[in-house]
């Protein structure tokens, strides 16, 4: 069994998105069932991610980073947010009241504790602000732990 940690960006474009889903099945497709997903929920990447690990037959884990980070991701993606946090077998809250920079980068780095290899839907660029997808991959990276990018041909951030 392989465990895979997600990082990647919010926020994508609806053709982005079609692109970095079919990346992604196309990639977690080789492991399936066999597999098991590791995610803050995030919109964007992280619930991509999430669905396309329980479509495939996957177990799902999620860290939320802190109290109130559902309140912290856009309303359109609450319904998503709390179905996919449903179907998790396991759900692992930090001691953060609010979300910020702090909890997802830590959040980001339990993730990192209990993975075998970073999936980063990245565009290579340095994290908007401390926490982001460039600052998990270089923790990936410290660590010596093996990086995939998924950045499809095509891919554009807002």
Do not use: K, N
């Amino acid at each position: 069994m392989i465990r895979i940690a997600v990082s990647g960006h919010r926020g994508l474009p609806s053709g982005t998105v079609s692109l970095v889903d079919e990346a992604l099945r196309e990639t977690l497709a080789g492991h399936s069932p066999e597999l098991v997903g590791l995610s803050c929920l995030a919109d964007g990447a992280d619930q991509i991610f999430a669905r396309a690990v329980l479509d495939l037959g996957g177990g799902l884990e999620v860290v939320v980073p802190a109290e109130r980070y559902r309140e912290s991701l856009p309303g359109e993606v609450h319904a998503l947010y709390d179905e996919l946090l449903s179907r998790a077998v396991t759900v692992r809250r930090l001691d953060f009241a609010e979300a910020t920079s702090e909890s997802h980068m830590v959040a980001g780095a339990r993730m990192l504790d209990r993975a075998d290899v970073l999936l980063a839907v990245w565009d290579g660029l340095p994290a908007r602000g401390y926490g982001g997808t460039a600052d998990v991959v270089a923790e990936a990276r410290r660590r010596g732990m093996p990086v995939q990018v998924i950045w499809p041909e095509g891919a554009r951030r807002d």
